[in-house]
């Protein structure tokens, strides 16, 4: 039996309610940083590979795990966040103004609908994903990767079988996103049976000690990737 764990990057600006800014260079908050370094400790593998995501959140996460290992990570663009909306729409909106936008974005659910030259059309972000899903098997027992909340959450709605390419399957995949914790800093394992099929569980104890690193707060997903 395989395994691969799964790290959502620990807590980040954009998730502390700060201002819109590029995605590709939102740093961790110090709270993230702390969150960081005690996922180093915490997280019980020695890793065959560890996969982190072009942004600049998911890399440092990684860091401090990397250096425990002496271990340089590599990047894959397929493990890239959903990007709804080109941010130079919404330069410098807080979480507040953000918040419409997306729930506007989602009650539309057009998976061919691109909002600014820079965004994602939703079928572009599922087809990164699909990416990754074709080549897990491919990758070594052990492997951990650093990414995002609606990225893992999609990869599981696959893994459990379901579609995401026509307008109902988006909307009802938008339901299983907003049921599904994924909070800073959590650890999912994935495990391969003989058979090729996948189980997802979550690292209910690791968490606790993430959320012992500082006052645990309340889940906040990417509103706006």
């Known amino acids: ?3 691969i764990l799964f790290v959502r990057h620990a ?18 908050t110090p709270l993230g940083q702390h969150q ?10 020695i890793p065959a590979k560890i996969l982190v995501s072009g942004l600049l959140r ?7 795990f990397c250096k425990h290992f002496s271990m340089q990570p590599e ?8 990007s709804m909306i080109d941010l130079k729409l ?6 507040e103004q953000r918040t419409p936008v997306a729930e506007a974005y989602w009650a539309e659910s057009d998976p061919h609908k691109r ?69 800073n800093g959590s650890v999912y394992r994935l495990n391969q049976a003989s058979t090729g099929k996948w189980s997802v569980q979550f690292d209910a104890d690791l968490q606790e000690r993430i959320d012992s690193v500082g006052e645990p707060a309340a889940f906040e997903r990417e509103v706006m990737p």
């Open 115 to 183: 909002i600014g030259i820079e965004a994602d059309t939703f079928l572009e972000f599922n087809g990164r994903v699909a990416e990754f899903h074709s080549r897990m098997h491919e990758l070594p027992n052990d492997t951990v990767v650093f990414g995002h909340s609606t990225w893992f959450s999609l990869l599981v709605w696959r893994l459990l079988g379901h579609r995401a390419e026509d307008g109902p399957g988006m909307a009802r995949f938008r339901r299983f996103l907003l049921g599904l914790p994924v909070p």
């Open 11 to 28: 807590q980040s600006v954009t998730n502390a309610g700060g201002i819109t800014m590029e995605r590709d260079v939102v740093p961790l």
């Open 58 to 64: 998911a890399q440092q996460s990684a860091e401090p």
């Open 90 to 95: 919404i330069a410098g909106y807080t979480r």
């Open 1 to 3: 039996m395989k395994q």
């Open 75 to 82: 990047v894959w663009g397929c493990l890239n966040e959903f």
């Open 36 to 45: 960081a370094d005690e996922l180093a400790e915490a997280l019980n593998v």
